[in-house]
């Protein structure tokens, strides 16, 4: 934490100012001999929505792994808010507050929307057998708690009509919807989106743009990995772009792209 | 005591001479295919029943090996070309695949226990009198089976290394899609790949039933824990490896097997299998379920 | 008492026992996605434990059974030990076979299991009597009444079936509760349900240790019936028939899998006694065998959803009571 700790090298990807709300500093990722993330490091402040971009194979994907859990980090430090979560499993770190979507849909395909936003809500007494035996009044009470929060979520993303759909009954673009309203379950503090606007039908990209920056505006930060340029210039305050598991350039989307090396990344 | 130990780790030897050539077909088959085959040890029952079959007609016991390979060869090539591929139509995800041949595992167990009258038979081929160096006391056919081992494990790295086909196999095991782009005829080379790890797999049932004396209807089932350990051991898809990984479990085996334990021989090979996986997941389990069926 | 209430009753018993298994499978493998290739063993960990405590002290080398342990426990304590014993050597089996690897690796490993424990169990006379087994075993709750299991099959099974009954609603309830429904989002995706905040090795492992308690009071009910077990009682392939039944009935449905059971293990395994024989004895029972191998491989191509499929839990049931009406009305 601090301003030393932001002073780590490469310097350009944190913000001034704030204070990171979610941290990653020379973080690596090896698969056999392949390092497929070298070395980054880059910060997310509240409200904010970084983008992370760059050609395939660059190891967008790996680095989101890197810092949701599901990918081990082979050196370096993510840090969330003053926690350092390394080390942790995923589900540790989904309950401190990071968040994820999948770049292949995840929705649980067998359950109901509504049960897919559940089954993420902070306080799924679910998630203890204990709790559920043993407090079963307490349970109920959460549960009711719960279930409310989820139909505010499906009324806020206008998905109420879905709520008894079978995650598997549901079209590309409602796919992507469920995971970002599922993580919003559990006020995240860092959201990591991978993908999010794969399949998501074109005229509703924009009111997807909208609702990701006003989720924005409630003080979390967002780390997103995208394809359409179109959409990362819509939706990002600022861009990082990876090329060869590195980052090769950092700041304003119209300053990135102008940046030659970027440009050379993308033609190779 | 060192005495029986030396013995121990000579019929470990003998013992890693059969794991091994059953693990080698496996490994082939496994590292390709990306099909966990439980039905490899019914395979194996079917070759060993074949050389029984040729020796109850008074043939000589090297026509019952070589067909016991080809029997376990051609049921391997109908049970990967006929039903896996008919499975595989149907868009069967590689677990589902696992879960037939379990199925498949059942159905010829049984099949033959119903034409074997679920008796345990006889086999006893090609023994000659034992031969003493010491503690170690070795029957000629013992030698013949680890000779043997030899022969495939350099006949099958040859094939490998160095023929058309084997490259074609090794590329295709790592990237089934790039090697089909690139005009592998991939399908010829899964089918060389189920006649070549079958063909492993019934040798490894006739050898280890001239082995045990004996055949019954559990034979493969019962070898099927070792063969699987050794080749995930082993490094999947890797012949060296799986034939090291045969060579400790066979030794481990017969070694606790010597200690009077037989009854937990089996346990102390599986034991070192599931010690590495404790210890490091990742270098025994380093593929993830993003692989892909090839049939 | 004529032989036809004699095995009227003990097919109810049989069900029971079965049921008991469909259901810790089902809670495994329908709704957590666990495949336990091995659960046979489990319930013979029951049924052993269960024999050893019934037993008395075991006479030793020489003797006609001999067994480790051995001791005269009062009911309820033989159920009890029996029920304990499949939920530890589940925790055991499942502490190094459920570790995050693929899951055919998994799969394959509680199948080894089950393949290896049957060798060792064969071979090692000293533990329960080798491939003969252990025979004789007494019904510790009958006899406070004066009454023995084979000689009242109808008292019997009241008891199994009640049994049956508690573990049924108890499972039920469980795997509608939060938990359950906990169990299903790991069964359809275990990274989501990991970076959604569940605990999936927790979750895997209750459900394995769960599942293996009700195996072991399973074997624990059964041996207690047929007083006596051997390693001719649990080859890996009586997993199967389970699974089948599953598959039949309607994976992650409950009715249906009792369904399943009432098809499979007691009408399709049991019919076959009632034809002509055929060929030498035991040939029935080996193309039984291949019939469910068949079964089985059928159920894997066209993958029924069974005969009562699982039910979909409408936010409406879900919230009833819990939202007001309005915005439900609106949504469903």
């Known amino acids: ?268 | 005591m060192s005495g029986q130990l030396i013995a121990s780790i000579a019929d470990g030897v003998v013992l890693a001479a059969i794991l091994a050539v059953a693990a080698m077909g496996f490994t082939l088959q496994f590292s390709l295919t990306n099909v966990l085959n439980l039905s490899f040890g019914s395979v194996m029952t079917v070759g060993a029943f074949v050389a029984y079959l040729i020796a109850v007609v008074h043939l000589t016991p090297w026509l019952g090996i070589a067909l016991g390979g080809v029997a376990g060869a051609v049921t391997t090539v109908v049970l990967g070309r006929g039903v896996l591929r008919l499975y595989a139509r149907r868009r069967t995800q590689l677990f589902e695949m696992m879960m037939v041949t379990l199925g498949l595992s059942l159905i010829i167990d049984y099949t033959v226990q119903a034409i074997s009258h679920n008796n345990i038979y006889g086999y006893s081929v090609l023994q000659g009198s034992a031969l003493e160096m010491g503690p170690i006391r070795v029957t000629p056919v013992q030698v013949g089976i680890v000779i043997l081992a030899l022969v495939v494990l350099l006949a099958t790295w040859g094939a490998l290394k160095f023929t058309r086909m084997g490259k074609a196999l090794r590329a295709t095991a790592v990237e089934p899609g790039l090697a089909r782009a690139c005009g592998i005829p991939t399908g010829r080379v899964v089918l060389v790949t189920w006649v070549a790890s079958g063909f492993l797999c019934g040798l490894a049932g006739v050898v280890f039933v001239i082995s045990t004396q004996s055949v019954d209807y559990t034979t493969g089932e019962g070898f099927l824990p070792l063969v699987i350990a050794a080749a995930i051991l082993g490094g999947v898809g890797n012949l060296w490896g799986a034939v090291g990984a045969s060579l400790v479990m066979g030794i481990v085996t017969e070694v606790v097997a010597g200690l009077g334990q037989g009854g937990y021989s089996t346990v102390a090979g599986f034991a070192i299998l599931v010690v590495v996986l404790l210890l490091r997941p990742g270098a025994v389990f380093g593929g993830s379920e993003d692989r892909q069926l090839v049939l | 008492m004529s032989a036809w209430s004699f095995y009227i009753g003990t097919l109810l018993i049989y069900f029971a026992v079965d049921a008991l298994s469909a259901i810790s499978l089902n809670l495994q493998f329908g709704y957590a996605g666990v495949v336990n290739f091995g659960y046979i063993v489990f319930q013979a960990a029951g049924a052993y434990a269960a024999a050893v405590v019934v037993l008395g002290k075991s006479a030793g080398p020489g003797s006609f059974q001999q067994y480790v342990f051995g001791a005269h426990l009062p009911f309820p304590l033989d159920l009890v030990v029996a029920t304990l014993a499949g939920a530890l050597l589940s925790l055991a089996v499942g502490l190094f076979s459920l570790r995050r690897m693929r899951r055919d690796y998994q799969a394959a490993m509680l199948l080894i299991v089950s393949l290896i424990a049957l060798q060792v169990v064969s071979a090692d006379v000293p533990l329960f009597n080798g491939a003969n087994g252990l025979t004789g075993v007494g019904w510790p709750l009958g006899q406070i009444f004066g009454l023995s299991a084979p000689a009242s099959p109808w008292v019997y099974a009241a008891w199994a079936v009640g049994i049956t009954i508690v573990v049924y609603v108890g499972v039920v309830w469980l795997s509608r509760s939060p938990w359950g429904r906990s169990l299903r989002a790991m069964r359809d995706h275990e990274d989501a349900a990991s970076a959604m905040g569940l605990n999936i090795t927790a979750l895997r492992l209750q459900v394995f240790v769960i599942g293996g308690a009700i195996a072991g009071l399973s074997g624990g009910l059964l041996v207690e019936y047929i007083g006596a077990w051997s390693p001719g009682a649990w080859g890996y392939a009586e997993t199967f028939v389970v699974f089948t039944a599953i598959f039949v009935g309607g994976v992650g449905n409950y009715k249906g899998v009792l369904l399943g059971t009432l098809l499979v293990p007691i009408i399709f395994l049991e019919l076959p006694r009632f034809l002509p024989s055929i060929g030498y004895p035991g040939l029935t029972d080996s193309l039984q065998w291949v019939a469910i191998g068949l079964a089985w491989m059928l159920c894997l191509l066209f993958r029924p959803r069974g005969i009562i499929p699982e039910r979909r839990a409408r936010a409406r049931r879900l919230a009833a009571t819990v939202l007001e009406p309005s915005p439900i009305k609106e949504g469903a």
Not at chain 1, 84 to 91: G, I, L, N, S, W
């Open chain 1, 1 to 268: 934490m601090g301003p030393e700790a932001s002073a780590a090298t490469p310097p350009f990807p944190m913000p001034a100012g704030s204070a990171p709300i979610l941290e990653v500093s020379e973080v690596a990722v090896g698969y056999g001999g392949v390092r497929a993330v070298d070395g980054v490091s880059l910060g997310i402040s509240p409200g904010e929505v970084l983008g992370v971009i760059g050609p395939n194979g660059a190891g967008k994907s790996s680095l989101l792994g890197a810092i949701g859990g599901q990918v081990r980090a082979s050196r370096g430090r993510v840090q969330l808010g003053d926690r350092d979560v390394t080390r942790m499993m995923p589900h540790q770190r989904a309950r401190l507050g990071l968040m994820r979507t999948f770049q292949t849909t995840s929705e649980f395909s067998r359950m109901t929307v509504f049960e897919n936003l559940v089954t993420s809500a902070e306080g799924n007494s679910g998630a203890s057998l204990a709790a559920v035996v043993l407090h079963p009044h307490r349970t109920a009470v959460r549960e009711r708690e719960v279930a409310e929060r989820a139909w505010s979520v499906l009324e806020r993303f206008e998905m109420t009509h879905t709520a008894d759909l079978y995650g598997r009954e549901l079209s590309g673009g409602q796919r992507r919807l469920v995971e970002i309203m599922r993580c919003l379950m559990r006020e995240p503090r860092v959201l990591l989106l991978d993908e999010p606007m794969v399949g998501v039908a074109p005229h509703l990209t924009g009111k997807l743009i909208d609702d990701l920056r006003g989720v924005a505006r409630e003080g979390l930060g967002i780390l997103i990995v995208e394809h359409a340029l179109e959409v990362v210039h819509r939706l990002c305050d600022r861009v990082v772009v990876m090329a060869f598991g590195k980052v090769i350039a950092a700041g304003a989307f119209e300053e990135v792209v102008k940046d030659p090396q970027v440009q050379s990344a993308y033609l190779s």
